[in-house]
C-alpha cells in the first residue's frame, strides 16, 4: 500500500548554513524510491509517496541519506496525511480568524505529557498560550513568533530534551494537509 508522507526537516537553509536545495532533496528522495516527491518553500518541508516502512523508518533513512550527501546532520520527523489533518482538525484556538504570523504548530518526534512544560507560568505569558496535543504544541503568539516571549522559553533545550521538535506556522500546517492530502 503507497501513503503520503510529509518529512519536516529541522533547521535547514537559515542564516546561510546547513544549506540543502530543495531539488537536491526531491533528487535525493527520488533516489530512494519514493514517488510524487514535490517540496514546499526552502524551509524543509517535502512530500511523497512511499510503499515500504512507515514514519521512524522513513524518517531515519531520510536522515542518514541527508547526511551522506550533504555532510552534515539534520533532524527529520515524518508524518503521513492523516496525522497533519487531524493536527490541523484538533487545533485548540481559532485558527480561520487569526493571522498565520500567529499561530504554530511544534512537531514533536515522539509524545509529550504536560508535566514537561509544568514550570512555566503560563498565565504570566498572557496573550500568549499554547497547548499540547498528538506530538504537537500549539502557540498562540499574537505578535508573531520573533517577538514571542513564550516561543523562546519553548525552545530551550530542557523542554525539548531526548526529542525531535520543529515548528511551523499555520500556513505550512495547512499546506502539508493539502499536499499530503492529493
Same mark, same amino acid.
Given at each position: ?57 522513513? $524518517? @531515519? #533513512? +531520510? ?8 555532510? %552534515?546532520?539534520?533532524? !527529520?520527523?515524518?508524518?503521513?496525511? /492523516? ?11 481559532? $485558527? @480561520? #480568524? +487569526? ?8 512537531? %514533536?518526534?515522539?509524545? !509529550?505529557?504536560?508535566?514537561?512544560? /509544568? ?64
Amino acid at each position: 500500500m503507497t501513503t503520503t508522507y510529509a518529512a519536516l526537516l529541522r533547521g535547514i537553509n537559515v542564516g546561510g548554513s546547513r544549506k540543502v536545495p530543495m531539488a537536491d532533496l526531491r533528487t535525493l528522495l527520488a533516489g530512494l524510491g519514493h514517488g510524487g516527491v514535490r517540496t514546499y518553500l526552502q524551509s524543509g518541508q517535502a512530500v511523497f509517496t512511499a510503499d515500504h516502512g512507515d514514519e521512524d523508518s522513513l $524518517a @531515519a #533513512e +531520510l536522515t542518514s541519506a541527508i547526511e551522506k550527501q550533504f555532510g %552534515f546532520a539534520v533532524d !527529520v520527523i515524518v508524518r503521513d496525511h /492523516a496525522y497533519l489533518r487531524a493536527v490541523a482538525d484538533n487545533c485548540p484556538f481559532p $485558527a @480561520a #480568524e +487569526l493571522e498565520a504570523k500567529q499561530l504554530h504548530v511544534t512537531y %514533536f518526534s515522539a509524545p !509529550v505529557d504536560a508535566g514537561r512544560f /509544568a514550570e512555566i507560568d503560563q498565565p504570566a505569558h498572557l496573550p500568549e498560550e499554547f497547548r499540547l496535543g498528538d506530538r504537537a504544541l500549539y502557540l498562540y503568539a499574537p505578535d508573531g513568533l520573533g517577538r514571542s516571549k513564550l516561543a523562546e522559553i519553548l525552545s530551550r533545550p530542557r523542554f525539548n530534551k531526548g526529542l525531535i521538535a520543529t515548528s511551523r506556522n499555520w500556513n505550512t500546517v495547512v499546506k502539508l494537509v493539502e499536499m499530503t492530502g492529493d
